[in-house]
């Protein structure tokens, strides 16, 4: 370990990178990190994470920051909302409560297996009983 790396364990425990990661950031400084990732970004607030909002997220597609302080931790973003998944409008919007809540990106609870639809299984089960039954009573219908 460097002289510079005990030093700053002595003072402050962490250094100032691991200090900078660990705290909850608003969504213009998560953005800064990630500034030439920052398109087609998605994002979530520490709220939604927290309630068990699956599939809840911005994707962000143009952000314009404001200097404060000489750092661009305030500005405008806009985005998709997605809600379950799916889409709530086509066109990009403002995203509001930027500055508000604590924001992280967003990681697909999905990302790592495979994705099971239980609803759109019991759909599929449901037709093919169906028409297992239809075909059925016109075989019998045939017979007769």
Known sequence: MSKLAAKLLEKGGL????QFASKPK???????VQRFNAHKLKVTT?????????????EVHRV???????EPTHGKAWGILYWNGKPVSE????????????????????????YY????????????TRLVR???EKEKAGMN
């Open 117 to 128: 639809d239980a609803e759109k299984a019991m759909n599929l089960e449901r037709r093919r």
């Open 91 to 114: 066109k990009p919007r403002e995203i509001r409560g930027g500055l508000k809540f604590s924001w992280r990106r967003y990681e697909s609870p999905h990302d790592n297996g495979i």
């Open 26 to 32: 608003t969504l213009y400084e998560l953005l800064n």
């Open 64 to 70: 314009k920051y404001k200097q404060y302080r000489d």
């Open 134 to 136: 239809e075909y059925i």
């Open 15 to 18: 250094p100032p990178t691991a």
């Open 46 to 58: 520490e709220h939604w994470y927290q309630k068990g909002f699956e599939n809840c997220y911005y």
